[in-house]
C-alpha cells in the first residue's frame, strides 16, 4: 500500500543489486571466528542469571522484560545448556546485523562495494563481536534497532505503508525484550518533527504501528504495575552511575576503533548531503539519543544500536571518497583500519587470547565483562566444599544464600553436580525465584558477599573458604569469603525485604 500523502519514490526501483555473495562471505568469517571461540572461558554471569530466570518464566522480571529469558529457555531446550549452545542466538543476531548494514547502504543506492564496507565494518565492531560472544539483552536489543532502523529508512525512501505495521510489530518484540526501545521511538519521533516528514503525524499507518507496540507491550506493563514497578529502581540505579554519562562521548568514538571515521562520515552524510535529506530524521534521532542518555544516565554503550545504518551511510561516502584518486592506496588504507578494527576487537572484547595471557597481559583492566566468565566453577566447588562442612542432619534446615545473580546462577546450574539445594539471592529479579522459609532456620552459607566481616544480619559465622578462580583473575567474586553461619538473627519473612537489592 503507497501513502496518499507521498508518491512512490520514482527511483524506488533503481536499486543496486544486493551483494549477497560478498556480504554473506564477510558474516560467515564473522560466524565462523564466533563459533571458533564459543566455548571459550566460560558463561557470562547474565548468561547464568537468564538460565535460571529461563526456568521461573513470567511476562516481566524486576530488571527486564521477559524476551531474552524465553529466547535462552527456547535455545537451550533444542540446543542444551553447553556454552556454545547459549552462543547460538547472540551468533545469529550478530550475523543478521552484518546484513541489515548492507541493506541500509543498498537502500542509499550504495553500490556493491558499498555493501561489502558497510558489512566488513559492522562485523569488525566489538558492538558484533562481543555480543555476538555472550547472550544479554542487548545481544537481541540491537538487531531489533538495526530492523526498525531499516525498515524506517526504507519506508522514507518508498513511502509504502505496509511497512509500520511490520515497524510496529518489531517495536513490540523489541519492548519486550528491553524497554529502551521506546527511547529509540521517541527520538525518531523529535527527529521527524525537527526535520520532517511531519506529514508523517497525519498517517493512520503509523498510528496503528503505535497501537500495535503498545499491544504487544502490554503484558509487560501490566506486570510491573502489579508489583510496584520494580524496574524503576534499576533505572535510578544506572541513571546515578556519573561515569557513564562522562564515558558517552568518547565510548561513541572509541567504539568501533579504526572504523570509527566511517560511521561519522555516514553521519554527516545524512545530516548535510544534498541527496540524504530525506533520511534526515534518522539523522537527528542519533545525537538526540546521545542527549537523552546524557540527561538520564544511560549505559555508554545503547548507541551501539545505530551503528549498522550509519556504517550503511557512510560506506556509500567511503566509495565516493576511493573514486577521488589513488584508489589503490585509498582502498589499503580502508582495508588496514577494518583489519586493526578486527583484530582489536578480537583481542580486547573476545576469548581470543588463552585466559591466562588474558589475564596476565592486564587486558581485563579494559575488558571487564569478559573477566566475568572466569571461574564459575571454581567458585561452585568451592562453596559445594564449604558446605560439606554442615553436618548432614542440620542441611534440610540449611540455607544457601548468594548475594548476587551471578553467583546464584551459577550455583544453580553447577550445584546439582554436587547436590547442593538452591540457592536464594536477593538480587534484582532473582528475588522471586524463591524466598526462604521461616522454617529453615537451620545454618546459612552465604557466597558472594564482597567484605572481611561476615553479614551482620546472622550470627555465629566462621570462614569456610575463599573463592580462587585459579588464573589470577581480578573479578567480581576473585577472593571472596565463604561464610558458614549458625542461622539468621529474625526469621526469612521479615528479614527478606530489607536484604532485597539492585544494581
Request: contains cysteine; aromatic residues 10%; glycine residues 10%.
Amino acid at each position: 500500500m503507497v501513502s496518499a500523502q507521498a508518491p512512490l519514490n520514482p527511483d524506488s526501483a533503481a536499486l543496486p543489486t544486493f551483494a549477497w555473495r560478498p556480504v554473506t562471505a564477510v558474516a560467515a568469517l564473522a560466524a565462523a571466528y564466533l563459533a571458533a571461540t564459543s566455548a571459550r572461558y566460560g558463561y557470562h554471569r547474565d548468561e547464568l542469571y537468564f538460565l535460571e530466570a529461563g526456568r521461573h518464566l513470567a511476562w516481566g522480571y524486576d530488571d527486564q522484560p521477559p524476551l531474552t529469558p524465553l529466547l535462552l529457555r527456547g535455545e537451550t531446550a533444542v540446543f542444551g545448556t553447553s556454552v556454545p549452545a547459549v552462543r547460538i542466538v547472540p551468533l545469529l543476531c550478530s550475523v543478521g546485523m552484518v546484513f541489515l548494514a548492507a541493506l541500509c547502504a543498498r537502500e542509499l543506492r550504495g553500490t556493491r562495494a558499498a555493501q561489502v564496507i558497510a558489512a566488513a565494518a559492522t562485523a569488525a565492531t566489538p558492538m558484533t563481536l562481543f555480543l555476538g560472544h555472550i547472550f544479554v539483552t542487548a545481544t537481541v536489543d540491537f538487531l531489533v534497532w538495526s530492523v526498525i532502523l531499516w525498515l524506517v529508512l526504507r519506508w522514507l525512501r518508498t513511502r509504502q505503508d505496509w511497512l509500520w505495521p511490520v515497524i510496529g510489530a518489531v517495536a513490540g518484540v523489541g519492548l519486550l525484550n528491553n524497554n529502551l526501545v521506546a527511547g529509540l521511538a521517541a527520538v525518531l519521533v523529535v527527529g521527524a518533527l525537527i526535520s520532517g516528514p511531519r506529514d508523517l503525524f497525519g498517517n493512520r499507518w503509523v498510528w496503528a504501528a503505535a497501537a500495535i507496540a503498545v499491544v504487544l507491550w502490554l503484558p509487560y506493563l501490566l506486570w510491573q504495575g502489579q508489583h510496584g514497578w520494580p524496574e524503576t529502581k534499576m533505572m535510578g540505579h544506572i541513571s546515578g552511575q556519573s561515569d557513564e554519562r562522562a564515558n558517552l562521548l568518547p565510548f561513541q568514538l572509541e567504539a568501533a576503533t579504526g572504523t570509527t571515521p566511517i560511521w561519522v562520515a555516514g553521519l554527516w552524510r545524512l545530516l548535510r548531503g544534498a541527496e540524504t535529506r530525506p533520511y534526515r530524521m534518522l539523522a537527528w534521532a542519533y545525537p538526540l539519543l546521545l542527549a537523552l542518555l546524557a540527561v538520564t544516565g544511560g549505559k555508554r554503550y545503547y548507541p551501539d544500536g545505530f551503528l549498522p545504518l550509519l556504517f550503511g551511510a557512510g560506506s556509500v561516502a567511503v566509495v565516493d571518497w576511493l573514486g577521488r584518486g589513488r584508489e589503490r592506496v585509498r582502498a589499503a588504507w580502508l582495508a588496514a583500519a577494518v583489519v586493526l578494527t578486527a583484530v582489536t576487537t578480537a583481542v580486547l572484547v573476545t576469548p581470543a587470547l588463552p585466559v591466562r595471557t588474558f589475564v596476565s597481559s592486564g587486558f581485563m583492566n579494559i575488558n571487564k565483562e569478559n573477566g566475568e566468565t572466569i571461574g564459575w566453577p571454581e567458585l561452585v566447588h568451592t562453596a559445594a566444599e564449604a558446605y560439606g562442612t554442615i553436618p548432614a542432619e542440620q542441611r534440610p534446615r540449611a540455607v544457601i544464600l548468594a548475594e548476587n545473580y551471578g553467583v546464584a546462577g551459577a550455583l544453580a546450574h553447577f550445584g546439582p553436580g554436587y547436590r547442593l539445594p538452591f540457592a536464594y539471592a536477593p538480587h534484582n529479579g532473582y528475588q522471586r525465584f524463591g524466598v526462604p522459609h521461616d522454617d529453615q532456620d537451620g545454618p546459612v552459607m552465604v557466597v558472594g558477599f564482597r567484605s572481611d566481616q561476615a553479614p551482620d544480619f546472622l550470627a555465629g559465622c566462621e570462614r569456610r573458604g575463599v573463592v580462587d578462580n585459579g588464573v589470577g583473575a581480578k573479578n567480581q567474586e576473585q577472593g571472596v569469603p565463604i561464610w558458614v553461619c549458625s542461622g539468621a538473627h529474625e526469621a526469612w519473612s521479615r528479614l527478606w525485604p530489607t536484604l532485597v537489592h539492585y544494581s
